[in-house]
């Protein structure tokens, strides 16, 4: 693959998704040259975080988010796509016409590696409908021109079924421009910054978020 | 949002009364409740553009939150846990109950027009 152009997408559901979880890998790449593309699913608008101090509603969050969500490409500078779907629905959208969608995103990008959650392993139901959507979509692309998919786990019980991960980044070099576009998503962050803050800085939930680790996904007729 | 006024919702609650309206109603405690304690439960349900038309509703202070009951021809539409509320720029009644992190756990949402459905363009 080396012969051709590079691309990174980022396949997540929720703007916030990719600067908790990938947003030091994303750099990383940005400073080699490669292009990053931000496919996401939806706006978030069903999310509980109002900011806080609260300053959002239900219907003005994803106003909000969107906005929270350019704020965040811009510090990361990657492009952003929005899906247009709808928050905690994934799941039930017809999962060949969502697969259908996304493979026609990859095509058009001409994606080279493509980052999204571990099916099953991703604890928010968004994240695991979508992470089987993009095995989906790249299934349905002939082999030897399909990109890689690095998958990211999520949940508590991921290491002990899935086993060391393929990929494990530490990126304190990136720290700064992650904690920046951790910070973008306003509504969502600011309790969490907050508290990681208050923490020791040794804690565990400080030293996962400066280290990001995904899956190869083998598929079958690779 | 701010704090509930009971009067002040109570006639915004009348003035939607025998009146083809759109709810939206919803509880949860996040995507993450057993991620985070694997003891809690993940518990939620929404219901967005339900069209309804109420004969009577009412807001009942509980000290401290309050509870609002929706009298249907054929059942009812209940919220409790209210504690914020916000008459909006597009005549919407919000009301909303967060946890003390500021975290919405339940909301009813009163409408003359159905509440957006896609993640479509800024309308501001």
């Not at chain 1, 790449?29 to 292009?35: K, M, Q, Y």
Request: proline residues 4%.
């Amino acid at each position: 693959m080396n012969h051709k152009q590079k691309h990174l997408l980022v396949i997540f559901p929720h703007p916030d998704d990719e600067s908790f979880g990938a947003s030091g890998t994303i750099s990383k790449f940005r400073d080699e040259g490669v292009p990053v593309t931000y496919l996401c699913g939806t706006l978030g608008e069903m999310g509980r975080n109002m900011g806080s101090p609260v300053f959002a509603n239900r219907e003005t969050l994803y106003n909000f988010r969107k906005k929270e969500l350019n704020q965040a490409a811009r510090n990361l500078d990657i492009n952003v796509e929005l899906l247009g779907y709808r928050d905690k629905t994934l799941e039930f959208e017809p999962s060949e016409e969502l697969a259908k969608h996304l493979k026609d995103r990859i095509e058009l990008h001409k994606a080279t590696t493509i980052i999204t959650h571990y099916p099953g392993y991703g604890v928010h139901p968004d994240h695991d409908a979508l992470g089987r959507a993009v095995v989906k979509a790249v299934e349905m692309i002939e082999p030897g021109f399909r990109p890689e998919v690095w998958m990211h786990a999520i949940s508590n019980d991921s290491e002990k079924d899935l086993g060391e991960p393929d990929f494990i980044f530490d990126i304190t070099p990136y720290w700064e421009r992650k904690e920046a576009a951790i910070r973008a998503h306003l509504s969502q962050a600011d309790g969490m910054m907050n508290l990681i803050e208050e923490q020791d800085q040794a804690s565990e939930h400080y030293q996962r978020l400066k280290t990001e680790q995904f899956y190869r996904w083998i598929f079958p007729t690779d | 949002m701010k704090a509930i006024e009971q009067s002040v919702v109570q006639e915004y609650i009348n003035k939607f009364a025998n009146k083809d309206v759109y709810i939206h109603l919803e509880t949860t405690n996040g995507a993450y409740a057993s991620h985070f304690d694997e003891k809690a439960y993940n518990v939620g349900a929404f219901i967005r553009n339900a069209q309804v038309n109420y004969q009577h509703g009412k807001i009942v202070s509980t000290g401290g939150s309050f509870r609002v009951g929706l009298k249907l021809d054929l059942g009812w539409v209940y919220a409790e846990g209210l504690s914020d509320f916000e008459f909006d720029e597009h005549g919407r009644l919000l009301m909303a109950g967060h946890d003390r992190e500021g975290r919405l756990m339940v909301a009813l949402e009163i409408s003359e027009k159905p509440f957006t459905h896609e993640a479509e363009e800024d309308e501001s």
